[in-house]
């Protein structure tokens, strides 16, 4: 697939005015939906400012690729618009947006359309290119430049003859022979994008990989511009992509092992443990497309410390090697979180939805089960509410250990969850809980740590039995016997806690609620957020429904606060301001905490204590209402399903309201 295959006439416009990057947004939007790639327009502008919310996709330079992969997007398609006077797209640089290139990409099926993406990422990284676009005099002409660039880069599609235009600039460019430039013949390599023919070339100096979050266009710019600076510099150069579309141009064996050093440009998870023992530069995906020359000439300079692969499952491109002891076990805590989460929301939500369709009349002792419908649906969400603790174990001990740790983290947390009689003085079983499993991962994960150590020595014909039998017997042996001991007293920590939390009485439940509620809103996603979602989490397996309302209302006011100011105290924002603030509405309602973040960052000082004070407002009105949940997310979306809804829903609203109102009182008035 050409690049002039997805994008339409239709979706083009020239010589465009526009104020603000949101109009700019709205026409691109628009021009997509013009040329028939829509079946959602809404959905495809959300998903476009999400993205956009991540970061800006300006790229400098007078350039700008806003993306979306959202199930809005009936075929993949580009639409293009050329702005003179340029628009302020918050880009890194400072610089207006000349050209600005929107992509849509279907959610799901095939990814032959990634091809063409990236091969316009990498054409707007070449001089000239950007400013014959802007230059055109039609639609016709846009396309025509865009065409001969492809032809003259990547070669004439099969079976067709380049264009009269296409053959010039392949013949100015120096020809194609033998699938490589020029410049690969002398040494540098040819691109590492889809769809380029490599050369067969030995010896890279340097080698990279780039990846970002979506895949779509900043890892082809990254690789590329990598690449170029690569020739520009004598330097022979490879760029690994990893996009959504699974990795291209994959590094061998062999070439890491000459390499001088590797530039890991990317803002996702990499395997990392083929570079184990090579001196490896860790930066964002950004700085391989804005930094290049610094980053290469870095990796020839013999300064790049070593890396020393620790087990850990990858790495992002942001170096991270001297976290701190309280830094490492968070990240390895919220590895096994995140993994854990899915089961807890989909089982807990099933469950809620059993007891929803029950007749409590029936059988109240049999309650969730008296109807068929109901008893589906409980037995469902109780399979799957129950592998959370296992599954928390495992990844927390993936991340430690790598997928030598799975299987020792899966089986300790199952130990966990059932509880053991066995060293348990007062006899019968313990209730290890959340605390158990969390406890289990760890020990799981260091113990395939130490095994790793132990048998480093052995000699190197027995290096394929580690993973497939010395690791997972040894290893889980090993971590059951641990965690069966310590299960009594975890057991003991965990019913202690669950006491302590049934006989508090109202005033104190009330405390706790707004202490929770508060936490939500400190960091808004950071350590004091996530340390109240995982008590609220863990309180929810133990059958305490009320704290994880609470923390779920806390957590579902900083966006609604913020919106509602926007709305109602209009002078206090920027236009922007206020635009963006009508997508924290949704946020909000949907339990997005994070919505909040970008008006904290500009204006901590006044929105966090506003916030901070209706959350807390907020999960102490839900402990007093009692209202219970039993699904840790959701939102709105799972009102019927908690208990007291209408309560729960006066909490959340009179706790945003106030701290609307707190907000606006300290805010002064904006400057437009």
Known sequence: MRITELLKTESIELDVKVSSKEEAIDRLVSLMDAGGRLKDKAGYKEGILAREGLGST?????????????????????????????VDYDAFDGSLAH??????????????????????????????????????????????IIDEAEVARFGAPEGAEASEGGKKGTEESGGVKDGASEGANAGAPASGNAGSVKAEIKGYRVLAVTACPTGIAHTYMAAENLEN????????????????????????????????AIIIAADKNVEMARFDGKPVIMVPVADGIHKAEDLVKRAVSGTVPVYHHTGAAGSTGIEDGNDSLG??????????????????????????????????????????????????????????????????????????ADRPGL????VAGMIAKMGSTFANPAGGDVNAGFLGALFAGFVGGYIVVGLRKLFSRLPKSLEGIKPVLLYPVIGIFLAAVVTTFINPYMGMINDGLTRFLGSMGGASRIVLGMVLGGMMSIDMGGPFNKAAYVFGTAQLAEGNFEVMAAVMAGGMV???????????????????????GIVNYVMGLSFITEGAIPFAAQDPLRVIPSCIIGSALAGGLSMAFGCTLRAPHGGIFVLPTIGNPFMYLAA??????????????LKKNARQ
């Open 58 to 86: 300006a790229i400098g330079e007078g350039i700008a690729i806003p993306h979306a992969k959202v199930e809005g997007v009936g075929t993949p398609g580009l639409a293009a618009m050329v702005v003179p006077e340029g």
């Open 99 to 144: 050209l600005l290139f929107m992509i849509a990409a279907p959610a799901e099926g095939a990814d032959v359309h990634l091809e063409a993406l990236s091969r316009l990422s990498t054409l707007l990284m070449n001089p000239g290119f950007k400013e014959g676009l802007i230059a055109a005099k039609s639609k016709e002409e846009f396309l025509q």
């Open 229 to 260: 600076t690569g020739k520009k510099l004598g330097i022979p150069l490879k760029a690994e992509t990893d996009g959504s579309g699974g990795a291209q141009n994959v590094l061998t064996r062999e070439e890491i092992a000459g390499a001088d």
């Open 327 to 400: 830094r490492t076990v968070y990240k390895h805590l919220m590895n096994g979180v995140s993994h854990m989460l899915p089961f807890v929301i989909g089982g807990g939500i099933l469950i809620a939805l059993a007891f929803l369709f029950d007749d409590y009349s029936i059988d109240p002792s049999n309650f969730g089960k008296n109807t068929p419908l109901a008893a589906y649906l409980k037995t469902i969400g109780e399979q799957a509410f129950g592998m959370m603790l296992p599954i928390l174990a495992g990844f927390i001990a993936m991340s430690i």
């Open 407 to 410: 299987a020792v983290g899966l």
């Open 558 to 580: 900083p966006p609604i606060a913020i919106a509602l100011c926007t709305t109602f105290f209009k002078k206090k924002f920027t236009d922007k301001e206020r635009q963006s």
């Open 652 to 665: 959340v609203v009179v706790g945003a309201a106030v701290g609307c109102v707190i907000l606006g009182f």
